[in-house]
C-alpha cells in the first residue's frame, strides 16, 4: 500500500526536510505527544492513495464475472427413454429424467397407479380411497385432513376441506383433489349382457307338454349272418 507523498517523505528524509503533516496539534493539549486536531484531507479520484483499492476492486470483480459467466456442464449421454414400463418420455439429460421421475413415478400410488407430486397427498389418497374403514369413521368424526403439509385441520367433509385450503392456503377454486378416475378400460361384450333382453312375455312362450314324446319306432334290420340256413334259402327260392 502506498503512503501519501508527504507522509513518505516525512519518514524518508531528513528531519525538517519534508512539509509538515497535516495535522496541527490541540494547543490546549499541552505537551501530551499523541493529542492532535483532526483535519479534513481531501485526495482527488486518481491519487495513489488509492492505488491498492483500485486493484482489488478491479481483481474482485474480474472474478465475479468469471464465475458469471461459467455455466454448469451438463452431462453429456445419449438420448434415453423412461424405464418405467407404458411410458415412452425421451430425455437427454439425466437432470431431466430425475425430475420427471420424481414427478410423474416416485409418488405413484400401486392400486389404481395415479401419480401425485408429493408423499403426503399420496398418503391422503390411500387412506381416502382405499382404506375400507375411513367411510365408516367419517360419518363419526371429522376425517377429511388439509392437503397442505403441515396444516393439522380436518373436516367432515371434502366440500368443507376444499372450501379451507381456497380461503386460507389460496388455492384455485377448481381445484379437485377426490375427482374420480375415469374408466379406460374396453367396454364389456354383448354376450355378457344380462339375460333379460332375451326374456319375452309369457304369451310369446310356447307351449310344451307335459308328457314326454313316445320315442320312434326303431328300424329292424336284418343280416344274412342272422337268420338261418333253411329260412334264408326258402327266401331266396321265393324272390326275396
Known amino acids: 500500500m502506498l503512503l501519501p507523498t508527504a507522509l513518505y517523505s516525512r519518514l524518508a528524509g531528513a528531519p525538517g526536510a519534508a512539509e509538515p503533516l497535516p495535522v496541527e496539534r490541540n494547543p490546549a493539549a499541552g505537551a501530551a505527544p499523541f493529542l492532535f486536531t483532526p483535519r479534513l484531507v481531501r485526495f482527488p479520484r486518481d491519487h495513489e492513495f488509492f492505488e491498492d483499492g483500485d486493484v482489488q476492486r478491479h481483481l474482485y470483480l474480474q472474478d465475479m464475472l468469471t464465475q458469471v459467466s461459467e455455466t454448469p456442464e451438463k452431462s453429456m449421454v445419449p438420448e434415453f427413454t423412461c424405464q418405467v414400463a407404458g411410458c415412452c418420455q425421451v430425455f437427454a439429460a439425466l437432470e431431466d429424467y430425475q425430475h420427471h421421475y420424481h414427478m410423474s413415478h416416485g409418488n405413484t400410488c400401486s392400486l389404481c397407479s395415479r401419480a401425485f ?124
Open 117 to 240: 407430486p408429493s408423499g403426503h397427498l399420496l398418503d391422503v389418497h390411500i387412506l381416502e380411497w382405499h382404506d375400507s374403514l375411513f367411510q365408516i369413521l367419517a360419518q363419526r368424526q371429522d376425517m377429511y385432513q388439509c392437503l397442505v403439509e403441515g396444516c393439522p385441520e380436518k373436516f367432515r367433509t371434502s366440500q368443507d376441506r376444499k372450501d379451507h385450503m381456497v380461503r386460507l392456503h389460496l388455492y384455485p377454486a377448481d381445484f379437485r383433489f377426490d375427482k374420480p378416475k375415469t374408466n379406460r378400460g374396453p367396454a364389456m361384450p354383448a354376450a355378457a349382457d344380462p339375460p333379460a333382453r332375451a326374456l319375452k312375455d309369457d304369451s310369446d312362450a310356447m307351449e310344451i307338454c307335459s308328457e314326454p314324446a313316445a320315442p320312434p319306432p326303431c328300424r329292424r334290420t336284418y343280416s344274412h349272418s342272422c337268420l338261418p340256413g333253411a329260412i334264408f334259402h326258402s327266401c331266396l327260392d321265393i324272390g326275396l
